[in-house]
């Protein structure tokens, strides 16, 4: 029931995205025929639309910290409506300037607008990197350690059908599974990560494959039935592997989102001052 529900919620963040994207196309392709302007008619109620709901995007981080808007629904629903608001208000600004830049202060908003929502695509990431999922809790290094501990005891006695698998994945879990000490460790050990992965996948998958084809040779084995024990075997592994992989990047992700929430806050107030000076110059100018 919960992959399902896993499965929902991904299918539908995809169609979202898909959606959103098409609708960004399509205002981009029409911007030359000058159907909307800014100052009148839907420009105008797409600039107080977009305004309105990326001003309702502080009420997420007020409901962190206030206890008195408890009343307002919980942290979890508002982060929802959070990532949400993030993605459709820009869109109807985007539309109320008509995809197009003009005087100095609508283009210092607009800039804002765009840097602080690709900002929050990048911190999206970065949070689901170091959670049990978008919406889950916030996850631990303990919590990821044990984990794997747990999952090393479930999976040796089905490794051990292979000689020579077993310790070469908890060789590789026990290299790499160390938390870096410094920023400059974790971007290397980030940027080898990838590889260190391909290498130890193949190492296994050969090791196994020479394995079970002696053992087919052996006890006769159907071909079918080599296939299947191939694949319980890969699939033994890449979950060992994948877990190793979540503990080694934690730290990486864990410090990319510490910067990034930083550097992130500056910019949301920096947005909202830049989008009440220019409503204040259009009315008054």
Not at 11 to 16: L, Y
Request: aromatic residues 12%; glycine residues 8%; hydrophobic residues 45%.
């Amino acid at each position: 029931m919960i992959k399902i529900k896993e499965r929902v919620r991904k299918g539908s963040s995809t169609g979202f995205a898909i959606l959103t994207v098409l609708i960004i196309a399509v205002g981009w392709r029409l911007r030359g025929y000058e159907l909307i302007t800014a100052e009148r008619g839907v420009g105008y109620v797409c600039g107080i639309i977009g305004f309105v709901l990326m001003s309702i995007l502080l009420l997420y981080p007020l409901r962190k910290r206030v206890r008195a808007l408890e009343m307002i629904g919980g942290v979890k629903t508002w982060f929802r409506i959070h990532m949400l608001l993030g993605i459709i208000g820009p869109v109807f600004i985007l539309y109320h300037c008509n995809f197009q830049v003009g005087s100095f202060n609508s283009n210092v908003a607009l800039f804002s607008m765009v840097i602080v929502s690709v900002s929050g695509i990048f911190g999206r990431f970065f949070y689901a990197r170091i959670h049990h999922g978008l919406y889950g809790q916030r996850a631990t290094l303990v919590d990821l350690r044990r984990q794997l501990e747990e999952q090393k005891e479930e999976l040796s006695p089905q490794l051990d059908l292979v000689p020579g698998l077993r310790e070469k994945l908890f060789a590789y879990s026990d290299r790499v599974i160390d938390p870096p000490r410094t920023l400059g460790e974790s971007i290397r050990r980030r940027a080898l990560t990838d590889w260190q992965v391909l290498r130890v996948k193949w190492t296994a998958s050969r090791l196994a494959q020479r394995s079970l084809a002696e053992s087919s040779a052996k006890h006769h084995w159907s071909d079918k039935r080599l296939r299947q024990m191939n694949w319980q075997m890969r699939r033994k592994s890449d979950q060992l592997i994948r877990q190793t992989r979540k503990v080694a990047e934690f730290g990486f992700y864990e410090r990319l989102f510490v910067l990034w929430h930083i550097f992130h806050i500056p910019l949301v107030y920096m947005l909202f001052i830049a989008a009440v000076i220019h409503i204040v110059a259009v009315h008054l100018y």
